[in-house]
């Protein structure tokens, strides 16, 4: 069993099967979880066929968790349920902006944390997979996801079959501002940044790619500039598509 200040992202799985019984019972459990105006704006794409997984693939860049994991689990904003009962409710929604869009999103994703920790809980695996929002459009076709649903998360899940070792994380003071948002000296950057950096794995990143800093890593190569307003573009359309920036 797993808590927050023991947990890791798990890439590996056992063969062991994830019951529908026990997923279905986290599921339910996770819905527990702060919504706005109780509305849930989320819903969940449960994925184990093989045939699926693969179908998903290409929209997570092929990484070999997606079909190798026994249960891949996509979540999404959704204002579509939502919609559909107000107009048999005589009612008119009014969701077609991207104020609602933010509205569900946050709903997707307070709902995905609060299933990933009944999930450490009871000892099962997983990875957060940043990759949905790369190209969601992939997964709106695959999913056959109607107007008004965007997908924001994914989770591959499983029993592990590997142990890896924690990830480094900032200290509380980097991140924690106390009554008002205190800017960042020079000093305190080299503070909050000096464990990280003298890591010998971000070392050898730096090494391998010719690079002075980490921050060039992820500047550079991990989250350029070019790739980012190419996603983001990206990401505007589809939310043109779904109805949400009308």
């Not at 023991?6 to 994830?18: E, H, L």
């Not at 999103?105 to 450490?120: G, R």
């Not at 950096?197 to 730096?206: A, D, I, R, V």
Request: hydrophobic share 35%; net charge negative.
């Amino acid at each position: 069993m797993k808590n927050l200040l023991t947990r890791t992202s798990i890439r590996k799985y056992s063969d062991k099967p994830v019951e529908e019984a026990l997923l279905d019972r986290l599921m339910n459990e996770a819905a527990r979880t702060q919504t706005m105006g109780n509305l849930q704006l989320y819903s969940v794409v449960v994925t184990r066929s093989d045939e699926m997984k693969r179908k998903l693939a290409p929209a997570h860049f092929n990484q070999p968790m997606v079909t190798e994991a026994p249960v891949v689990l996509t979540i999404c904003a959704d204002f579509h349920r939502t919609s559909v009962w107000a107009r048999q409710r005589k009612a008119v929604p009014g969701y077609n902006n991207f104020l609602s869009f933010v509205n569900g999103a946050i709903d997707a994703l307070l709902y995905t944390q609060t299933l990933c920790n009944l999930m450490d809980e009871e000892g099962l695996g997983y990875c957060y997979l940043g990759t949905t929002v790369y190209m969601p459009q992939m997964i709106i076709d695959t999913l056959n996801l109607p107007q008004q649903v965007v997908p924001l998360a994914t989770l591959t899940v499983g029993w592990p079959a590997e142990k890896p070792q924690q990830t480094d994380r900032l200290p509380l003071d980097s991140f924690v501002h106390r009554e008002t948002y205190h800017d960042y000296t020079a000093d305190d950057i080299n503070r909050y940044y000096q464990l990280k950096e003298s890591l010998e794995e971000n070392q050898n990143f730096c090494k391998i790619n010719n690079k002075e800093t980490l921050a060039q890593i992820f500047t550079d190569i991990r989250y350029t500039k070019k790739d980012n307003e190419a996603m983001s573009a990206g990401l505007m359309e589809v939310l043109r598509k779904q109805g949400f920036m009308e």
